[in-house]
């Protein structure tokens, strides 16, 4: 079956740090791939997505690669701000699973002054 | 972009009762909601997919008359959870897909979620 593995949170770091959060995944055929944020209070919105290999989806600064041959999809940006501070979720589609969307278990970041 | 608002965002109540969850879907018309549960740590599961006007499709494991879904408009679906026990405290999210929306975009609308807490 479909599954989607992040790393475990909370990732805290300082404003203007590096940010990397890892999503691999399992999955038959060519999956999309997307990630998901939820701010504290808020539903979760789709902040990018790739939909083939080698791909990369990018909004707000953040940036993913679909990396087929590693089977990843980080999430990236070279600049965090306390408004980055949220929870993060990699998530994947795929004809083969009905299309449905699986997520994974989702990665708090929390960004400090 | 299309909001969908979850009511009420917090209930607490006592082993036994029933609870309802709505989740609307406020500025287009929702022919496919879906309900998720959300236990602390964990990803979001996908319970059940409901489309208006008919029978929902519960996924394994998940017991349908525990868990009551009613999609009967395009801008209205509601979650009961019946005789509700501490088990079932969770976070329930909702989230809907448009009418005009692709099936492999992944571009769902969530609802704010749910916390329910049975004593």
């Known amino acids: 079956g479909n599954s989607v593995t992040q790393m475990e949170g909370p990732v805290t770091l300082s404003e203007e740090a590096f940010l990397t959060i890892n999503c691999t995944y399992t999955a038959t055929g060519y999956p999309s791939l997307f990630w998901y944020v939820q701010y504290p209070g808020e539903g979760l919105q789709l902040l990018l997505k790739a939909t083939k290999a080698d791909d990369k989806g990018s909004n707000k600064g953040f940036e993913a690669t679909y990396r087929k041959e590693t089977t990843s999809f980080h999430l990236e940006k070279g600049s965090v701000q306390v408004s980055d501070s949220a929870v993060y979720f990699c998530a994947l589609i795929n004809t083969g699973g009905g299309n449905k969307l699986t997520f994974g278990t989702g990665t708090q970041l929390k960004v400090e002054l | 972009g299309a909001v969908v608002s979850q009511h009420p965002s917090r209930v607490i109540c006592k082993s036994g009762t029933s609870v309802k969850i709505e989740c609307r879907s406020l500025d287009f018309q929702a022919t496919t909601m879906f309900w998720y549960r959300q236990f602390p740590k964990q990803s979001l599961m996908l319970m059940a997919t409901?489309?208006?006007?008919?029978?929902?499709?519960?996924e394994q494991g998940v017991e349908k008359d525990k868990f009551l879904i009613n999609h009967a408009s395009l801008t209205l679906s509601t979650l009961t959870v019946t005789s509700a026990h501490p088990e079932d405290s969770s976070f329930y999210i909702c989230s809907a897909r448009g009418s005009g929306g692709g099936s492999n975009t992944g571009e769902l609308f969530f609802g704010e979620g749910s916390r329910l807490t049975v004593l």
């Open positions: 409901s489309n208006e006007g008919s029978k929902a499709t519960y």
